[in-house]
């Protein structure tokens, strides 16, 4: 069976500091990848996704960006926060080709910039 | 573009009862599928329930069962039964039927259960 792990599940980090968030996909290969925030009390907003190694493209422009080194790895990343990137994140997989249906995720990171 | 919006930013039922939250979705294309997805306090997205846009018969998962009119573009979610472990945030979603696209969520339904 397929899982999908993120870390850290929370993060407390200052304005200006770097970020890397992680996301690994288990059990299946060539994943379609996501990453999601959401805000509190909010819907989802799609950041990123990827249908391949290196194949990223970014729904909102920003100071995040992401990559994938790996088949089944994910980072979101920013060189420097800033308060309104707090949020909760979200990553998520789903099946590649005709055949893919809906999403799942991962259980989230919390992130506070202070 | 395809939007979804959710008119029912929180909704409440009595345990045992049953509750529908609406969606309604805009797109021009035929092919395509829908969800509703469930986030409780632990805030971990768990899908609920899926439908094709081709199927006429309406998705149904034990107590939870979908109302889907293609050319309303509606639908909703019926649960039944209400049970304390469903109150959440639901969330309506849709896909294009294409291998890659991404699924764009509506606003989201708090849901309140009271025992």
């Known amino acids: 069976s397929q899982t999908i792990h993120q870390w850290p599940a929370t993060l407390v980090q200052p304005v200006g500091s770097p970020l890397s968030l992680e996301c690994t996909v288990e059990g299946t290969s060539n994943p379609n990848l996501y990453w999601y925030r959401q805000a509190a009390g909010r819907g989802l907003q799609l950041l990123f996704y990827s249908v391949g190694i290196g194949q990223i493209s970014s729904e909102v422009p920003q100071n995040l960006s992401a990559s994938r080194p790996q088949d089944r790895q994910f980072i979101l990343s920013s060189k420097k926060l800033l308060l309104s990137d707090s949020g909760f994140y979200l990553c998520?997989?789903?099946?590649?080709?005709?055949?893919?249906?809906?999403?799942?995720f991962g259980p989230g990171t919390r992130l506070t910039v202070t | 573009a395809q939007t979804v919006t959710q008119s029912q930013p929180e909704m409440s039922v009595q345990e045992a009862e049953t509750v529908t939250l609406s969606c309604t979705y805009d797109t021009s294309e035929s092919d395509y599928y829908l969800f509703w997805y469930k986030q409780p306090p632990s805030r971990q997205m768990i899908l609920v329930i899926r439908q094709e846009a081709y199927k006429q018969q309406n998705a149904t998962e034990n107590r939870f069962s979908v109302n889907f009119q293609k050319a309303a573009k509606s639908f909703s979610l019926k649960i039944s039964d209400s049970q304390l472990g469903d109150a959440a945030m639901y969330f309506c979603?849709?896909?294009?039927?294409?291998?890659?696209?991404?699924?764009?969520f509506g606003p989201g339904t708090s849901l309140s259960v009271i025992p």
């Open positions: 998520a997989w789903a099946l590649s080709g005709s055949l893919a249906y809906e999403q799942y």
């Open positions: 979603a849709y896909r294009r039927e294409t291998s890659y696209d991404k699924v764009i």
